[in-house]
């Protein structure tokens, strides 16, 4: 037999040693090993949620909201100063192209009668 | 003894003996399968509790179009591809991290034995369980649902939401491909 025919026989071999297999067996544990992980992942949530939901917690978490809210609110009141006029830059750039650059001039009539 | 559908109905109602029944009942199957996949005893354990906590949230979307264990065998050999897929791109970021880093160590996969494997086929199994790993997905899942499983050509056309011959063709292209990795392989090692 010559060492082509011989590989030829081992791969065929080979490919039939799965012929007769038997089925793995599974751990004879797993429901329960499967229940402590549901049992785990709902306790996550039990948890959380039962902490989230405790009317102290609850009160503390609306409060702590609002007053952000309002320390946001009262913090940018009469900070913002209207843009009124356009960056020296930007106004030579727009006249060279032709363009209105103001930003809260937004005079489209005379633009287009130009 | 309970019948498929009552099972099925009492684990759509939440009902934990029902799901102890069903876990009992299918848990050699849906390892296998996953063993056959994923080639480590291991991930196909974690990866078997992870498809049956999936079988007890999705149970109310089985409408039973199909037969129970058919859907099973669907979960689980999603559950095993997603699971490869996610270790090929951990495998393909750590690569890249070596290419910057001190990685010269190269990872050498072990040999895997098949437990349902005789004792005398056991070296020639993890040869061809090496050549299965290099099969393409779908060519690997009708290949080891065929063979590892026991299941014909249209039960496993069934799982892959396929047709017959589209399954013959899956099963004529893998055994070509495993005929040219094994040549290659006793080509290497045959003396």
Not at chain 1, 60 to 72: F, K, P, Q
Request: proline share 2%; net charge negative.
């Amino acid at each position: 037999m010559t060492s082509k025919e011989k590989i030829q026989q081992e791969i065929e071999q080979t490919l039939q040693c799965l012929d007769g297999a038997k089925r793995a067996e599974a751990n004879p544990f797993l429901f329960t090993r499967i229940k402590a992980r549901m049992d785990r992942k709902a306790n996550v949530w039990e948890r959380s949620f039962s902490f989230i939901s405790k009317p102290a917690i609850a009160v503390a978490i609306v409060v702590m909201v609002m007053a952000v809210n309002g320390w946001a609110l009262w913090d940018n009141s009469g900070t913002i100063e209207p843009i009124t006029t356009a960056d020296p830059n930007v106004s030579e750039l727009a006249n060279e192209y032709n363009v209105v650059a103001s930003v809260d001039n937004y005079d489209y009539e005379n633009l287009t009668n130009e | 003894m309970i019948n498929e559908t009552e099972l099925i109905e009492q684990l759509k109602q939440g009902d934990e003996t029902a799901f102890k029944t069903i876990v009992e009942q299918w848990k050699d199957m849906v390892y296998n399968t996953i063993l056959g996949i994923v080639q480590n005893e291991t991930e196909a354990e974690d990866l078997a509790q992870d498809v049956f906590i999936k079988v007890f949230e999705k149970i109310s979307t089985f409408k039973g179009d199909s037969k129970f264990s058919t859907w099973l065998y669907r979960i689980a050999t999603t559950t095993a591809l997603d699971h490869l897929r996610s270790k090929k791109r951990k495998k393909r970021f750590g690569f890249l991290q070596s290419l910057g880093g001190d990685g010269d160590e190269k990872e050498s996969i072990p040999d895997f034995h098949h437990p349902g494997i005789s004792l005398d086929n056991k070296e020639r199994a993890a040869v061809l369980f090496k050549a299965i790993d290099g099969l393409p997905e779908n060519q690997k899942t009708a290949y080891t649902l065929h063979k590892l499983e026991g299941l014909s050509y249209r039960d496993v056309s069934e799982v892959l939401n396929t047709t017959v011959s589209a399954v013959e063709s899956l099963m004529s292209r893998a055994n070509q491909n495993l005929r040219k990795q094994l040549e290659e392989y006793y080509n290497k090692h045959y003396k």
